[in-house]
């Protein structure tokens, strides 16, 4: 075992969900490199399984370094994979669905600090000192309403529209990926999951899964309480633990 390894834990699970015939989400679970990652495709059945598992499968590949070579090498990566993707739908624009994409959330770690890359509306939490905290930032027209236009979350998500993304990989010729850089401490408990997972459960259900002592536990709240609902959705989570 690295001396990464040793340092982080982390357990990840992905579920169909009650509704969906078929799992278009992806996870990355490497603690020994100080990687993870959540993609949650769309496109249909086989274009959203198969974006997400391109991401996934690129990412596993991306080389050792420190955490700004390895930030640089990951930013890359989703640059190719979205100029790919990009390209794989202008070839099938003519086809009833043409839509082949996704979203995603990673996560690098290295001993202290740690960058965390989305595009989309997959995201990023932290538990810290008993409060949870979101990182990320929905790339989605709800939170562009909110943001722009001041609307209450409430009034936002009545807009017909509410949940489109407004960026994810594959779906333009350019990506903008945002990236936020924070140090990390003992103790700090991190959650990247879709949206089939949070749009299931209240931010003080996540609070308290997160709270629980060990990641098992954690991760197994998290699709208990999940699937308690209807679960509309494919559920991912990943969740990290120093």
Same mark, same amino acid.
């Given at each position: 075992?690295?001396?990464?390894?040793?340092?982080? *834990?982390?357990?990840?699970?992905?579920?169909?969900?009650?509704? *969906?015939?078929?799992?278009?989400?992806?996870?990355?679970? $490497?603690? +020994?490199?100080?990687?993870? #990652? @959540?993609?949650?495709?769309?496109?249909?059945?086989?274009?959203?399984?198969?974006?997400? *598992?391109?991401?996934?499968?690129?990412?596993?590949?991306?080389?050792?370094?420190?955490?700004?070579?390895?930030?640089? #090498?990951?930013?890359?990566?989703?640059?190719?994979?979205?100029?790919?993707?990009?390209?794989?739908?202008?070839?099938?624009?003519?086809?009833?669905?043409? @839509?082949?994409?996704?979203?995603? @959330?990673?996560?690098?770690?290295?001993?202290?600090?740690?960058?965390? @890359?989305?595009?989309?509306?997959?995201?990023?939490?932290?538990?810290?000192?008993? *409060?949870?905290? +979101?990182?990320?930032?929905?790339?989605?027209?709800? +939170?562009?309403?909110?943001? +722009?236009?001041?609307?209450?979350?409430?009034?936002?998500?009545?807009?017909?529209?509410?949940?489109?993304?407004?960026?994810?990989?594959?779906?333009?010729?350019? $990506?903008?990926?945002?990236?936020?850089?924070?140090?990390?401490?003992?103790?700090?408990?991190?959650?990247?999951?879709?949206?089939?997972?949070?749009?299931?459960?209240?931010?003080?259900?996540?609070?308290?899964?997160?709270?629980?002592?060990?990641?098992?536990?954690?991760?197994?709240?998290?699709?208990?309480?999940?699937?308690?609902?209807?679960?509309?959705?494919?559920?991912?989570?990943?969740?990290?633990?120093?």
């Amino acid at each position: 075992m690295t001396a990464m390894a040793s340092r982080w *834990r982390s357990t990840a699970r992905t579920d169909t969900g009650k509704v *969906r015939a078929r799992n278009e989400d992806a996870f990355l679970d $490497l603690p +020994q490199a100080g990687l993870w #990652a @959540v993609a949650d495709g769309m496109g249909g059945h086989q274009n959203g399984a198969l974006a997400s *598992r391109l991401i996934v499968e690129q990412l596993a590949e991306l080389p050792a370094g420190d955490l700004p070579q390895r930030l640089l #090498a990951l930013r890359r990566c989703l640059h190719e994979l979205n100029r790919r993707l990009s390209q794989e739908l202008t070839v099938t624009a003519a086809r009833p669905d043409p @839509v082949i994409g996704s979203t995603v @959330v990673a996560l690098l770690m290295d001993d202290e600090r740690a960058a965390c @890359v989305w595009a989309g509306d997959s995201r990023c939490y932290l538990w810290r000192g008993g *409060r949870l905290y +979101q990182l990320s930032r929905d790339h989605s027209l709800l +939170q562009q309403l909110i943001d +722009q236009q001041q609307l209450s979350p409430e009034l936002a998500a009545r807009h017909p529209a509410a949940h489109a993304l407004t960026r994810a990989i594959g779906a333009s010729d350019s $990506l903008e990926l945002d990236i936020l850089e924070f140090a990390v401490y003992p103790g700090d408990t991190l959650l990247l999951c879709s949206d089939g997972l949070y749009q299931s459960m209240a931010a003080d259900a996540l609070g308290a899964a997160l709270s629980l002592p060990s990641i098992s536990l954690t991760l197994e709240q998290l699709f208990r309480q999940a699937l308690k609902g209807p679960a509309r959705d494919n559920l991912s989570a990943v969740v990290i633990r120093r």
